[in-house]
């Protein structure tokens, strides 16, 4: 088939756009309605040669944040990046990067993002479950200056988290968790221990950000000093478990079966079996749709300055 000068060239252009398909799944731009009343628009990607989904959007006060989800090594990376305050002395902005344990279950697999199609693109839509705010001091440094050690956690930090290579942060607990999935070996132990470092030791407690702003006068608030900060990322909307629904598929259903997505849903493409959710289909069921949630997350982190986290007040 291939065979001859022209048949090549249109050969590899057949390869070169089915490599590109792989390589980029499917993106979807979502108008979200946060708690506060703002329009946000999330872009969010499927990657199923990587097994990832990733997630963007820009808040209203100018920070962007991404989610990076890596399924096969059970990582989530949460990156923002905040723009920095002139008038307090940051001409530019910042990056921090939060490397996690991802729990089964809080996100539909990358393989049924990619098989999503939306209806309805311009609708402003809401989350159907708030999963509410979770709390995650973090205690230890990633060391994304080496790529070859920080990707023991996940081969994708070096490349996200590349403007954070003094702010990329885990917890001791997750490493725990990251070296069961290699089934405890001394080796992935040792690994994932070299990727990163302790927080230095401190006499007396760290003391928070905000206090430092709170118990001194502005006149003499020691910027240089190390301090505990906060920093709450909230994402309003994303697709955490699938929907089946019982009894046969409508003949004028969608790709799958199931019905056409209403005019503030994201329907379900083919195939695919439980994922996100704890139920999975049953005998006479079919996917007709997907769950949304919301979920926060604060994260208490050490910083080698105050000047790092002015907007801990």
């Avoid at 994708?156 to 885990?170: G, K, M, N, Q, R």
């Amino acid at each position: 088939m291939c065979s001859g000068r022209y048949n090549f060239i249109y050969c590899v252009v057949v390869v070169y756009v089915l490599n590109l398909v792989t390589i980029v799944d499917l993106q979807l731009l979502i108008n979200v309605k946060n708690q506060g009343g703002d329009v946000l628009q999330e872009t969010i990607s499927a990657n199923v040669s990587e097994d990832t989904v990733t997630l963007e959007f820009q808040r209203p006060d100018g920070t962007l944040i991404t989610q990076l989800v890596d399924f096969q090594n059970e990582v989530q990376i949460l990156k923002a990046l905040v723009l920095g305050e002139e008038e307090r002395g940051q001409s530019q902005y910042q990056v921090m990067c939060f490397v996690c344990h991802f729990q089964k279950g809080e996100f539909i697999s990358s393989d049924a993002m990619s098989k999503l199609r939306q209806k309805n693109p311009g609708a402003v839509r809401v989350p159907e479950e708030d999963r509410g705010r979770e709390m995650l001091p973090m205690d230890l440094w990633v060391e994304v200056g080496s790529s070859t050690v920080s990707s023991a956690i996940s081969h994708h930090i070096p490349t996200l988290c590349s403007e954070a290579v003094d702010a990329t942060y885990a917890r001791e607990a997750d490493l725990e968790l990251w070296a069961n999935r290699a089934d405890g070996s001394l080796s992935a132990r040792a690994a994932l221990l070299a990727a990163v470092k302790r927080f230095p030791p401190t006499v007396s407690p760290t003391p928070r950000c905000a206090d430092l702003t709170t118990n001194t006068p502005s006149t003499s608030v020691p910027w240089t000093k190390p301090c505990i900060c906060r920093l709450e990322i909230c994402v309003g909307w994303y697709p955490c478990g699938l929907k089946y629904c019982k009894g046969g598929a409508p003949a004028s259903g969608g790709k799958d079966g199931g019905p056409p997505a209403g005019p503030n849903e994201v329907g379900g493409g083919g195939g695919g079996g439980a994922e996100g959710g704890k139920a999975g289909p049953s005998a006479g069921s079919y996917r007709c749709g997907i769950k949304t949630c919301r979920k926060c997350r604060l994260f208490e982190y050490y910083v080698r300055q105050k000047q790092l986290c002015l907007w801990d007040e």
